[in-house]
């Protein structure tokens, strides 16, 4: 299993512990005793990325009753003269209340588009950016081929390469039948295929073992994908246990063995030598394959998670266990690689040695090596997806989230920018006249209007109204705060304390960086 940009500097996760981030209140103006933004540094990831321009490109004109500027284009929006800046007619809430002088640590200019280091994060913002006054495109959901239906409500997908194996299983498997029943003919194709089409059956009866598992332990499942080599089920949760852990993996190869007796118990009421009795044997002995192939002690493989699952338990660390398995897994890769062809060259897997030729040499050493090119991939990936949910409850989003300063719609935006500047706040919310937030100001469109145009400019039209997903608590971590940003895709989200108050905004980009300095670090 695939990134927006944003505009303030994230706080770090050991500030949380020492200094509680006060946001501001729905109907007032910045707290006085809010801290400052951290120092912003070119070595930290999490620092503030101004963004591309992005939505529309309309300029609402001037709030009824103002001014504006005489010159414009003289003048820096950032720091107004009483004379010549147009000014919101403020409510005794939205009196300016004291907060500490700017220092070099925090910019002056909120939203200044001529920050040379922000390029990357504007090109990944524009990407995923809206519209004005529409919320992103809800990402598709998961694809992979061929959706075949959906069985316990999991979406059952065939893979494009699928259509490649079933190819080389009729193939390989009509060539056995000319040497068994060449009374058959061309037939022995159809036949094959029938074949091809039984066995993957057979691999989706395993991936729904594990699936019927992981869903009475409550672990949701993303989809069934059949592909390649084999099926696999995406779970999208760890298990709570070791033991869970076990009973997950070992559902797979245990069904697969049922099946296998199943075919052979079938195999003794047919005649010998007809085409049941050859396609019961070939069914019984590639589910016996699946089984024994699945029980090696490696990850990617069932047995691999068994074996995690043994160490998580005596050692008490999963992580452990992962890692144990993993490089067992790699080694598996490596003996697949150079046994599987010494062992076909032997005759130890049946054919005689004297009858193996120069091609079929050849297509055994290709099998070989792409069967250990997916076990030490899969490995690899089961070890990084491990380090990945170790660092996840670094990610919370009381310590990511930027402060904000609520405005008015028809607050100009260049006034809004100077009451952000002046607060240490790097984002705006827009509220209504009892101060209940109504939409969030995108950083993307303030980067889009040029300075001598923001006097001009109410924030309104430049905000992006907020939806319920779009609102995310204070005390989201960890895999619940990335399920709640997966679920309801946006730039900037609503930070909301458990009471209904403003904390403050998050930034999808923050999230995005924090996520990728996590996973750099050691496990």
Same mark, same amino acid.
């Given at each position: 299993?695939?990134?927006?940009?944003?505009?303030?500097?994230?706080?770090?996760?050991?500030?949380?512990?020492?200094?509680?981030?006060?946001?501001?209140?729905?109907?007032?103006?910045?707290?006085?005793?809010?801290?400052?933004?951290?120092?912003?540094?070119?070595?930290?990831?999490?620092?503030?990325?101004?963004?591309?321009?992005?939505? #529309?490109?309309? $300029? !609402?004109? /001037?709030?009824?009753?103002? +001014?504006?500027? &005489? @010159? %414009? *284009? =003289?003048? #820096?929006?950032? $720091? !107004?003269? /009483?004379?010549?800046?147009? +000014?919101?007619? &403020? @409510? %005794? *809430? =939205?009196?300016?209340?004291?907060? !500490?002088? /700017?220092?070099?640590?925090?910019?002056?200019?909120?939203?200044?588009?001529?920050?040379?280091?922000?390029?990357?994060?504007?090109?990944?913002?524009?990407?995923?950016?809206?519209?004005?006054?529409?919320?992103?495109?809800?990402?598709?959901?998961?694809?992979?081929?061929?959706?075949?239906?959906?069985?316990?409500?999991?979406?059952?997908?065939?893979?494009?390469?699928?259509?490649?194996?079933?190819?080389?299983?009729?193939?390989?498997?009509?060539?056995?039948?000319?040497?068994?029943?060449?009374?058959?003919?061309?037939?022995?194709?159809?036949?094959?295929?029938?074949?091809?089409?039984?066995?993957?059956?057979?691999?989706?009866?395993?991936?729904?073992?594990?699936?019927?598992?992981?869903?009475?332990?409550?672990?949701?499942?993303?989809?069934?994908?059949?592909?390649?080599?084999?099926?696999?089920?995406?779970?999208?949760?760890?298990?709570?246990?070791?033991?869970?852990?076990?009973?997950?993996?070992?559902?797979?190869?245990?069904?697969?063995?049922?099946?296998?007796?199943?075919?052979?118990?079938?195999?003794?009421?047919?005649?010998?030598?007809?085409?049941?009795?050859?396609?019961?044997?070939?069914?019984?002995?590639?589910?016996?394959?699946?089984?024994?192939?699945?029980?090696?002690?490696?990850?990617?493989?069932?047995?691999?998670?068994?074996?995690?699952?043994?160490?998580?338990?005596?050692?008490?660390?999963?992580?452990?266990?992962?890692?144990?398995?993993?490089?067992?897994?790699?080694?598996?890769?490596?003996?697949?690689?150079?046994?599987?062809?010494?062992?076909?060259?032997?005759?130890?897997?049946?054919?005689?040695?004297?009858?193996?030729?120069?091609?079929?040499?050849?297509?055994?050493?290709?099998?070989?090596?792409?069967?250990?090119?997916?076990?030490?991939?899969?490995?690899?990936?089961?070890?990084?997806?491990?380090?990945?949910?170790?660092?996840?409850?670094?990610?919370?989003?009381?310590?990511?989230?930027?402060?904000?300063?609520?405005?008015?719609?028809?607050?100009?935006?260049?006034?809004?920018?100077?009451?952000?500047?002046?607060?240490?706040?790097?984002?705006?919310?827009?509220?209504?006249?009892?101060?209940?937030?109504?939409?969030?100001?995108?950083?993307?469109?303030?980067?889009?209007?040029?300075?001598?145009?923001?006097?001009?400019?109410?924030?309104?039209?430049?905000?992006?109204?907020?939806?319920?997903?779009?609102?995310?608590?204070?005390?989201?971590?960890?895999?619940?705060?990335?399920?709640?940003?997966?679920?309801?895709?946006?730039?900037?989200?609503?930070?909301?304390?458990?009471?209904?108050?403003?904390?403050?905004?998050?930034?999808?980009?923050?999230?995005?960086?924090?996520?990728?300095?996590?996973?750099?670090?050691?496990?």
């Amino acid at each position: 299993m695939d990134e927006s940009g944003g505009s303030g500097q994230p706080r770090s996760g050991t500030d949380e512990a020492t200094e509680r981030h006060e946001g501001p209140q729905a109907s007032t103006g910045p707290a006085a005793d809010a801290p400052r933004p951290g120092p912003e540094s070119p070595e930290d990831p999490t620092g503030p990325k101004p963004t591309e321009p992005g939505g #529309s490109t309309e $300029t !609402p004109q /001037p709030a009824e009753g103002t +001014q504006p500027a &005489p @010159r %414009p *284009s =003289d003048e #820096s929006p950032a $720091t !107004p003269r /009483p004379s010549d800046e147009p +000014q919101a007619t &403020p @409510r %005794p *809430s =939205d009196k300016p209340q004291a907060h !500490p002088a /700017p220092t070099d640590d925090t910019p002056s200019h909120f939203g200044a588009p001529s920050d040379p280091e922000t390029t990357g994060a504007a090109r990944t913002l524009a990407k995923s950016g809206s519209g004005k006054g529409r919320p992103p495109r809800r990402e598709k959901g998961p694809g992979g081929g061929l959706l075949m239906g959906r069985p316990f409500g999991v979406p059952v997908y065939v893979a494009p390469s699928w259509f490649l194996v079933a190819a080389l299983i009729t193939w390989v498997f009509g060539g056995q039948l000319d040497r068994v029943l060449p009374e058959l003919g061309a037939l022995r194709y159809l036949v094959s295929l029938f074949f091809a089409v039984a066995f993957y059956a057979s691999v989706l009866v395993h991936e729904l073992a594990h699936t019927v598992a992981a869903l009475r332990f409550g672990l949701p499942v993303r989809r069934i994908q059949l592909q390649f080599f084999g099926g696999v089920s995406e779970i999208e949760k760890e298990s709570e246990t070791p033991g869970r852990e076990f009973v997950l993996a070992f559902v797979g190869p245990l069904l697969s063995l049922v099946l296998s007796g199943v075919f052979y118990v079938a195999m003794q009421t047919v005649e010998p030598g007809t085409v049941p009795g050859v396609l019961l044997g070939g069914l019984m002995i590639s589910n016996l394959i699946v089984a024994v192939f699945n029980l090696l002690p490696g990850l990617p493989l069932d047995g691999g998670r068994m074996l995690r699952a043994v160490v998580w338990k005596i050692t008490g660390k999963p992580m452990s266990g992962t890692i144990a398995a993993a490089w067992v897994g790699r080694a598996l890769a490596v003996s697949v690689l150079i046994g599987l062809p010494l062992l076909t060259q032997s005759g130890a897997l049946g054919d005689a040695s004297e009858d193996i030729g120069g091609m079929d040499t050849v297509m055994d050493a290709l099998l070989a090596a792409i069967l250990a090119a997916i076990i030490w991939t899969g490995a690899g990936n089961s070890l990084r997806m491990a380090r990945l949910r170790e660092h996840l409850p670094e990610l919370r989003a009381r310590a990511l989230t930027r402060r904000a300063v609520p405005v008015e719609t028809s607050t100009p935006l260049s006034e809004a920018l100077r009451r952000a500047n002046d607060a240490g706040a790097r984002a705006l919310v827009v509220v209504d006249a009892d101060g209940q937030p109504l939409s969030l100001v995108r950083e993307a469109a303030i980067v889009g209007v040029p300075e001598h145009r923001r006097p001009w400019v109410a924030v309104s039209g430049l905000a992006q109204d907020l939806t319920d997903g779009m609102r995310v608590s204070a005390e989201l971590a960890g895999e619940d705060l990335l399920d709640a940003l997966r679920a309801n895709p946006a730039t900037e989200y609503l930070v909301v304390e458990e009471s209904g108050e403003i904390y403050g905004v998050l930034s999808a980009a923050d999230v995005e960086r924090a996520f990728v300095k996590a996973m750099a670090r050691p496990s």
